[in-house]
Structures are given as structure tokens and as C-alpha cells.
């Protein structure tokens, strides 16, 4: 079977790691991956802020990048949530409007082959268990996108379970926003924030040594509250964890080499995750 890597922006700019450890996860497990070149951004961003026209061009790119393959694969439950739940409303919308079904087409072409990673594992593969060895404590933040709608369950845990010397925390609270919700954080700094500490308190809080989840955006907003207040917890891409074997083991305190370490900052004492955050009004 031929699998086509759609990395995502986020990752492709910023965590590298994560899609390195997909093409890796899923080499091991016998399929084909390629790295269609000429993929670009999904959209979501554009759409989520009203650019509904402007993002439609980028319909048609997807569709014809990954053409001619039998599944595509995302380390990321947003961008795969935007294909297969906005795209085909974007191609009805276009088509009301009597501009033809030309969107329609691309939507139809990608919505049945676009799978989040750990659907493909669980549903298409038949796989919970892959080999995985990672010796360490995780507790994992279930992001909206694939909590909502694109319905994941238990599979992340599932596979979570089935990893050998793994011991996976529960986190409490854990179907609440995390803050990040891409434009939101940006237009909503402050309840972005927030939202944001509460979840490192409930994180903090299990005593796990890494945050586990499947979306990288949600783990930016994340680890850079654990980051400005000197937490040790380590975000986590669920992808590099499975990637992780006994014979390439990796080491949750050695910083990721293909991301630029950043200057240690000094955390704000009014807005420890021990503390509440101090009003923007105050």
C-alpha cells in the first residue's frame, strides 16, 4: 500500500521530529511512505479566520499532491479534521453558489484516503501494539480537533497501553480546551493563557516526566508555559513515542535536534500553574 506523508505546516516549520518519527513508525510496519513535495498548508488557518474563497485554491493543490495514493497520513488531528470535516463543506457552499463542482471533486478525492496517524495504526493497519519501547511516565492531552471531530476514543491510549515500559497517567480534566485553537490564542492572548495554565496544572499535577498528545500546535502552546515557568515535563509528539524502540531508544531530556534551543527564560511569579493567572485588567 502507498501512504503519503502529509507532515502539516507546524510540523514541517517547527517539530521536524514528528514526522520523521511517522515516516519511521510507519516503515517499521511495513508500508510504502512517500513525502509528496509539492504539498503546502491545508488551509485552516485562512478558513478558521473567514477566508473561505481564498482558501480553496488550496483544495485543489492538496488534491492533486496527493493524488494517485491509497491513504494519506497526518501526525496532526487539525489538519486531517480540516480536510475531511471543512473541505467537503467548502465544496457544497461553492457549488450553491453556482460556481460548479469542481471543489466538490478535489473534497471527494481526499476526504475517504486522509487518516490522523493513530486512526491509521488502530483502523486501517489493525494495530495497537508496534514495537514500541519508551520507559518513562506520559500522561496525554486528547486535542479538541480529534476529540470532537474526528472522534478518536481510545485509540492514542490504546496505544499508549500497549507500549513496553511505558506508564501512562491519567489527566484530569482532560476533554477541556488546552487554550491554543490556532488564531485564537492570537485574537484571545489572555484567555488563551489562561486556558493554557490550567491544563499545565492538570499535567503538572499527574507527575508524569513527558505531556503526551497528537497535535503539535496544541503542544507549542503547551510546552511554552512549561518552558516560562521551569516545569521539567517534556511535550511529547505521540508519533515519537511509538517511533521509540529498544534498539533506537530516545531520551525525553535531550533536547530535539532539529529545533533550535531557546534562551531560558524567567517565569512570572503571578502566573505560575500553581497560581492562578493575574487579570489583564488588573
Given amino acids: 500500500m502507498r501512504i503519503a506523508l502529509f507532515v502539516t505546516c507546524v510540523n514541517d516549520a517547527a517539530f521536524p521530529s514528528a514526522g520523521i518519527a511517522t515516516v519511521r513508525l510507519l516503515e517499521r510496519l511495513g508500508c510504502q511512505v512517500d513525502f509528496p513535495p509539492a504539498q503546502t498548508c491545508c488551509g485552516q488557518p485562512q478558513y478558521n479566520t473567514g477566508y ?49 463542482e469542481a471543489l466538490n471533486r478535489a473534497a471527494e478525492a481526499l476526504v475517504p484516503r486522509m487518516y490522523e496517524l493513530t486512526e491509521f495504526l488502530v483502523d486501517v493497519l489493525g494495530r495497537t501494539e508496534v514495537g514500541a519501547y519508551f520507559p518513562h511516565s506520559v500522561t496525554y492531552h486528547p486535542s479538541c480537533h480529534g476529540l470532537r471531530l474526528l472522534r478518536l476514543g481510545d485509540r492514542p491510549h490504546r496505544l499508549l497501553e500497549a507500549v513496553e515500559g511505558l506508564e501512562l497517567r491519567e489527566l484530569p480534566n482532560a476533554e477541556e480546551c488546552c487554550g491554543f485553537g490556532g488564531t485564537f490564542a492570537v ?43 521551569d516545569q521539567p515535563q517534556r511535550p511529547l509528539h505521540l508519533a515519537e513515542i511509538l517511533a521509540a524502540t529498544r534498539e533506537e531508544p530516545l531520551d525525553p531530556y535531550v533536547p530535539d535536534p532539529y529545533v533550535p534551543a531557546e534562551p531560558t527564560r524567567t517565569p512570572r511569579a503571578d502566573t505560575r500553574p500553581d497560581q492562578p493567572p493575574r487579570s489583564s485588567t488588573a
Avoid: Q
Fill in 52 to 100: 473561505r474563497k481564498a482558501t480553496e485554491p488550496l483544495v485543489h493543490r492538496m488534491a492533486e499532491a496527493f493524488d494517485g495514493y491509497d491513504h494519506i497520513v497526518a501526525p496532526s488531528g487539525s489538519c486531517a479534521a480540516m480536510v475531511r470535516d471543512n473541505y467537503p463543506r467548502m465544496g457544497r457552499r461553492a457549488a450553491a453558489e453556482g460556481r460548479g
Fill in 187 to 229: 485574537k484571545n492572548a489572555d484567555v488563551s493563557t489562561a486556558m493554557g495554565i490550567d491544563k499545565v496544572k492538570s499535567a503538572v499535577g499527574t507527575g508524569a516526566e513527558v505531556l503526551c498528545g497528537a497535535d503539535n500546535s496544541c503542544l507549542m502552546h503547551l510546552g511554552g508555559i512549561l518552558r516560562r515557568h
